[in-house]
T-cell receptor, first 111, second 114 residues
Framework: AQSVTQLDSQVPVFEEAPVELRCNYS??????LFWYVQYPNQGLQLLLK??????LVKGINGFEAEFNKSQTSFHLRKPSVHISDTAEYFC?????????FGAGTRLTVKP | DAGVTQSPTHLIKTRGQQVTLRCSPK?????VSWYQQALGQGPQFIFQ???????QRGNFPDRFSGHQFPNYSSELNVNALLLGDSALYLC?????????????FGPGTRLTVT
């Protein structure tokens, strides 16, 4: 079975500062990795995904993530955040038969 | 092109009652998955429907059942509601020939059980 751990439940940062949201996963098989964002009272929006190939994945809104197989991590980064990035972020892992989400990281960007 | 739509937006039910939630997938998508998101938690996979059959199922009791129609829309049914069933129920659709790597989520249905 696969599982996901998001290491920080809340991350407060100032506007224009860099941010990293941490995600570790466990699985006995090859997996796909995802980051989703959820704004208040909305569904999930895909930020980026790793299926295969280059370990550095670029997504929407200036976000990127790096797949590290040896450390079983898939951390999300953005070099300069905006107020509008305030939201809940979910890391997820899938073996294409099931998808497991982490508990989420609440990113709060302060002016 | 409308995205994934869900109805109703909100509803309130009493313990022991039954509820049906509905989902219309994005145009061109033939696979529908359902997730339960309790307050403050990540979504949990309930099941996935493809070709009107349940293809995969998560760790949910059989009080949770579903259906997919020929037009690919889907329903989630929950019987004998418990207080713990209060959650945001998300539907996600996937394009033909894809499974979990290309999911589009709807806005969800907020279910409150009193």
């Amino acid at each position: 079975a696969q599982s996901v751990t998001q290491l920080d439940s809340q991350v407060p940062v100032f506007e224009e500062a860099p941010v990293e949201l941490r995600c570790n996963y466990s699985s006995s098989v090859s997996v796909y990795l995802f980051w989703y964002v959820q704004y208040p009272n909305q569904g999930l929006q895909l930020l980026l995904k790793y299926l295969s190939g280059s370990t550095l994945v670029k997504g929407i809104n200036g976000f990127e993530a790096e797949f590290n197989k040896s450390q079983t991590s898939f951390h999300l980064r953005k070099p300069s955040v905006h107020i509008s990035d305030t939201a809940e972020y979910f890391c997820a892992v899938s073996d294409n038969n099931d998808m497991r989400f982490g508990a989420g990281t609440r990113l709060t960007v302060k002016p | 092109d409308a995205g994934v739509t869900q109805s109703p937006t909100h509803l309130i039910k009493t313990r022991g009652q039954q509820v049906t939630l509905r989902c219309s997938p994005k145009s061109g998508h033939d696979t529908v998955s359902w997730y339960q998101q309790a307050l403050g938690q990540g979504p949990q996979f309930i099941f996935q429907y493809y070709e009107e059959e349940e293809r995969q199922r998560g760790n949910f009791p059989d009080r949770f059942s579903g259906h997919q129609f020929p037009n690919y829309s889907s329903e989630l049914n929950v019987n004998a509601l418990l207080l713990g069933d209060s959650a945001l129920y998300l539907c996600a659709s996937t394009p033909r020939d894809r499974r979990m790597d290309e999911q589009y989520f709807g806005p969800g249905t907020r279910l409150t059980v009193t």
